[in-house]
């Protein structure tokens, strides 16, 4: 979830994914306008 929203559904490979790379991706590539704890854009 990110803004409230559903925005990807997955097993452990996506969750894998968000623990390496983090939420930014994820953000950028759907083009929400979220601010994130760590973020630095």
Do not use: C
């Amino acid at each position: 979830m990110m803004g409230g929203r559903i925005v990807k559904t997955g097993g452990a490979d996506l969750a894998k994914e968000l623990e390496a790379e983090g939420y930014a991706g994820l953000r950028d590539e759907y083009g929400l306008d979220v601010d994130l704890v760590d973020d630095n854009r």
